[in-house]
């Protein structure tokens, strides 16, 4: 309906991967050159990740567009929850093998056959699996052991697997993963689009289309739309969807914040849209302590650090006697250097165990004041 209204050709904000509307953000470049890194390799496991909706389908179907079919024979699978003998059946279908009524070693038998065939053909395999996130570890192995497949010292079959971040923490922390983890040559979490993003990503999907203009866009919607989905692609085109279709039933030339919030309402109240606004992965910070719960926060003996801070009074003063002693003796006494040396190592010792522990007071209490602003 508003693709008639605005004079566009096709629809700009459809949810299923299309390559037609790749957007290269800057996390998807990234992306795409770890798969060229990965793929010149020509063997072992590309791992890319992201968030539900970021664009990692979309990425591979971009990439698959550019490959050569005379050079690489390339093999899709979307898991379901297979398990190791299931998804070694679909492997072999997605390369156009027919295996109906044969049992797993058959069936890794025609795989083998097929590969070996395409490598004598000049042609390198490739077998992409998405949704990682469902497969079980006995599954992810099956995959390990298809990697194994060699004619000669050649690898015969390459692995891109795409998950949400739930395979990135399965497979980096998994212990029975370990020969996995030994054989990803190349890996990259797809992040959310950075703010400044989301206009260009917008009026490039719409630009596909035949857009000139019509419908103009405020300023505020941008800024808002990104509030509303965090930079996730997929959000985005929910949203945007909604929004030219109350632009075309209201005959709108210009899409406003109001409208916006409108939809926003209407999604929120169906129930197609979270009413909490989704946050972007946070990127990868140097590791640091978290700040303990306020209600955990660490308890400081008030009575012990008077007790310290009094031992050193006591140890100083007992050196100034001993420095007294010194300058009325004719001669320095060979113990009284020893004893005076004794101290002050340890008043130096007990000042440093005082700023330690004033130290975490005032860490504590900034931290406190943090949490109450």
Request: hydrophobic residues 45%; contains cysteine; aromatic residues 6%.
């Amino acid at each position: 309906m508003f693709d008639d209204f605005y004079g566009l050709t096709a629809r700009p904000f459809q949810l299923t991967p299309d390559p037609a509307f790749y957007f290269e953000s800057v996390t998807h470049r990234k992306a795409l050159s770890y798969l060229g890194y990965g793929m010149a390799q020509g063997e072992g496991f590309i791992v890319i990740t992201g968030e539900v909706g970021a664009g990692k389908s979309t990425l591979v179907a971009h990439l698959m567009n550019k490959v050569d079919p005379e050079r690489l024979t390339v093999g899709q699978v979307v898991t379901s929850n297979l398990d190791g003998e299931e998804l070694v059946h679909v492997v072999a279908q997605s390369f156009g093998l027919d295996i109906d009524g044969h049992d797993k070693a058959s069936a890794l038998g025609a795989i083998e056959e097929f590969l070996h065939e395409e490598a004598r053909a000049g042609r390198r395999c490739l077998l992409t699996v998405d949704e990682l996130q469902n497969l079980s570890v006995e599954a992810l192995e099956e995959l390990r052991m298809l990697s194994n497949f060699q004619l000669g010292s050649h690898p015969l079959l390459q692995l891109l697997l795409l998950g949400q971040p739930e395979f990135k923490a399965t497979l980096a922390n998994h212990e029975e993963l370990e020969q996995l983890r030994q054989r990803v040559i190349a890996a990259h979490h797809l992040d959310a689009m950075e703010p400044a993003e989301l206009q260009p990503y917008v009026e490039h999907r719409l630009k596909c289309v035949g857009w000139e203009g019509n419908p103009a866009f405020d300023q505020r919607v941008y800024a808002e739309l990104y509030q509303a989905t965090g930079g996730i692609p997929r959000r985005v085109n929910q949203i945007v969807t909604r929004l030219l279709l109350l632009g075309a039933v209201e005959q709108r030339t210009r899409i406003d914040a109001s409208m916006l919030s409108s939809v926003m309402e209407e999604m929120v109240s169906d129930s197609t849209f979270p009413a909490a606004a989704p946050k972007p992965m946070a990127k990868p910070e140097p590791a640091v302590s978290a700040p303990a719960p306020l209600n955990h926060a660490p308890r400081v003996d008030v009575d012990q650090v008077e007790a310290m801070l009094a031992s050193r009074d006591a140890q100083i003063a007992e050196l100034q006697q001993a420095v007294v002693e010194l300058a009325d003796a004719p001669a320095v006494p060979a113990d009284l250097s020893h004893r005076i040396a004794a101290l002050e190592a340890r008043v130096d010792e007990q000042e440093q165990s005082v700023r330690h522990v004033l130290t975490i007071l005032i860490e504590w209490m900034e931290r406190d004041d943090r949490r109450a602003a």
